[in-house]
């Protein structure tokens, strides 16, 4: 059984995520393999339709290999994270220009890498179990895969809040934040997809479409907004303990618990992306600070608390936010020289693509 499976039916090529144990995380392999498919595709007329979905019942992808990084920054140099980033990143940015429209199924779970192959598609649904959430501060990692340009580009500060937390949304929330297009019931799935074999997506989108369930952030919008205005992690926390809604009370007191470093950085990067434009020049800020990461112990700490030993109770170093200083913060953006992602300056426009 493969970790990645293709087939054609019709005009649609299907992509099929098969690691379900594993909620189909990514690995190295996998990655390269879709990419392998999305050449063939992109030159196979008989192809009009790109379809990725996730096996089982869980969801699309839960994410990237975390083990393997965790393995890799503890025991390892880096050089395989970086690899895999590299070739996941440059997926990432494909997807984002491919020719053919790209059908992302986000059911279930989509986190971290699965928001990365999906969306950044040009068709991306939900569905009223769709799970969706960037959650790497919480490993003292930084929102990756083109999570800080998708979120830079959501409404007011609700990205910023998305990041920091790492909070799950929902169908209805999705659609708010510019992270899906389309709400189709769970149980019109099956006939969404099979109907792309010989319907243009268009015409099978007006048939299956329907109004999705109302979100939480909207009714937030306050709070969130006046709270992650501004520019410094402290102040955040400051304005949501002063503002007097229990749960902004309550988002404070979540991002007091993920890694203050991976906080810091995480806002910087959301503010400088909002100035880089393309997608392409804030995947490779991502991959300068992705690298980064691995030199610093949260990553392998966070991934210890969370994954491995599962108790929860990562021990960050720096312990506070205020222990964690600019110059810390700064040299998650140095350049790589040679090792630079290779994505910037090919020909792409300066505006910010959607």
């Known amino acids: 059984m493969t970790d ?34 999305l050449t063939d595709w992109e030159r196979d007329p008989a192809v009009e339709t790109v379809v990725i979905t996730g096996a089982g019942e869980r969801g699309l992808c839960a994410g990237g290999d975390i083990r393997g990084i965790h393995d890799d920054a503890r025991d390892g140099d880096g050089t395989a994270s970086a690899a895999f980033w590299r070739d996941e990143y440059h997926l990432n940015a494909r997807i984002a220009r491919y020719p053919k429209p790209y059908v992302a ?5 989509v986190m971290g890498g699965g928001v990365g192959v999906s969306a950044h598609g040009s068709v991306r649904i939900v ?13 003292g990692f930084v929102p990756d895969v083109g999570g800080t340009y998708l979120l830079a580009l959501a409404p007011g500060e609700l990205g910023t809040h998305l990041a920091l937390t790492g909070a799950q949304i929902g169908a209805g929330d999705a659609l708010l934040t510019g992270l899906a297009d389309h709400y189709v019931p769970s149980e019109a799935l099956g006939r969404f997809v099979d109907d792309l074999a010989g319907t243009p997506v268009g015409e099978a989108l007006d048939r299956y479409v329907k109004p999705a369930p109302e979100g939480e952030l909207a009714g937030r919008r306050e709070w969130i907004d006046s709270s992650f205005a501004s520019d410094t992690v402290e102040e955040i926390v400051q304005r949501l303990l002063a503002h007097g809604d229990p749960a902004a009370k309550e988002t404070a007191e979540t991002l007091l618990a993920k890694s203050p470093t991976a906080l810091k950085v995480t806002l910087t990067a959301l503010r400088r992306a909002r100035r880089l434009g393309p997608l392409e020049r804030v995947l490779e800020q991502e991959y300068r600070v992705s690298c980064a990461a691995l030199s610093v112990p949260d990553l392998v700490e966070g991934i210890r608390a969370q994954v491995i030993d599962k108790d929860r109770d990562p021990r960050w170093s720096p312990a506070t936010l205020e222990e964690v200083t600019d110059a810390d913060v700064e040299r998650f953006f140095a350049p790589l020289g040679e090792r630079e992602l290779g994505l910037a300056g090919s020909g792409i426009s300066d505006e910010v693509a959607w």
């Open 127 to 139: 569905t009223e179990r769709s799970r969706i959430a960037m959650p790497e501060t919480g490993i």
């Open 105 to 109: 199924v986000m059911d279930g779970i």
């Open 4 to 37: 990645v499976q293709f087939r054609t039916t019709g005009r649609a090529a299907h992509i099929v995520l098969n690691r379900p144990k594993a909620l189909n995380a990514l690995t190295h392999a996998m990655v390269r393999r879709i990419d392998e498919a």
